[in-house]
Each structure stands twice: as structure tokens, then as C-alpha cells.
């Protein structure tokens, strides 16, 4: 399995992003597929995650309300749309999957965000 992230961009308080993680592989079954992030001097921390067969989803706090994650399971890719950023959304995100046998980290996308 190889995920590939993109999306991440500079973008202003207030507004919004939309971050793509592209899966290769075979069926995931149900998988879980998630968002990290991780902001310079910081641990690296969850955002939000979905299932890949029933598309049960779950959110950090810092994420409710504000973005929402999903999937084309067609395209083998998961969002996450992003609105209403605030300055401290800035950070590098990650894309994860675990298939229940390995786990698996795309390559970060820089999200900034401005004042």
C-alpha cells in the first residue's frame, strides 16, 4: 500500500482546504484510514479517521464542527475537507491506513494558514 498526499497549500483564516490522500493497493476491506498532523515543535497528533467499508467516522475535538473526512472508495482516495482554519491548523498532515495487519504513512502535505 502507498498513499499519496496533496492538497496543502497557504491559505487564510476563516477559509478553507481540501487535502487528497490517494491509495494504491487491493481492497481494503475495513481498513481505517486517518489525517494526522504534526506542527513544528509538536507530537504528531490525530485529526480524524474513516472506515473504509461503512465509512464510520471519528474526529479529534480540534476537528469537529470545522472538517469532515470522507471517501471515494472508486478513486481510492480520502479527503478531508477543511473550513474555517485558524492559524494554529498550520502543520504538516499525514495520511494513515491500517488494514488490521500493518499500518502504513503517506509523505506530509504543509498546510499553513494565515492571520
Known amino acids: 500500500v502507498q498513499l499519496q498526499a496533496s492538497g496543502g497549500r497557504l491559505g487564510a483564516a476563516w477559509g478553507s482546504l481540501r487535502l487528497s490522500c490517494a491509495a494504491s493497493g487491493d481492497s481494503f476491506g475495513s481498513a481505517v484510514v486517518a489525517w494526522f498532523r504534526q506542527a513544528p515543535g509538536k507530537e504528531r497528533e490525530f485529526v480524524a479517521a474513516?472506515?473504509?467499508?461503512?465509512?464510520?467516522?471519528n474526529y479529534a475535538n480540534s476537528a469537529k464542527g470545522r472538517f469532515t473526512i470522507s471517501r471515494d472508495r472508486a478513486k481510492k482516495t480520502v479527503f478531508l475537507q477543511m473550513n474555517s482554519l485558524k492559524p494554529e491548523d498550520t502543520a504538516v498532515y499525514y495520511c494513515?491506513?491500517?488494514?488490521?495487519?500493518?499500518?502504513?504513512w503517506g509523505q506530509g502535505t504543509q498546510v499553513t494558514v494565515s492571520s
Open positions: 474513516i472506515r473504509w467499508d461503512n465509512a464510520y467516522t
Open positions: 494513515y491506513l491500517d488494514d488490521g495487519l500493518n499500518d502504513y
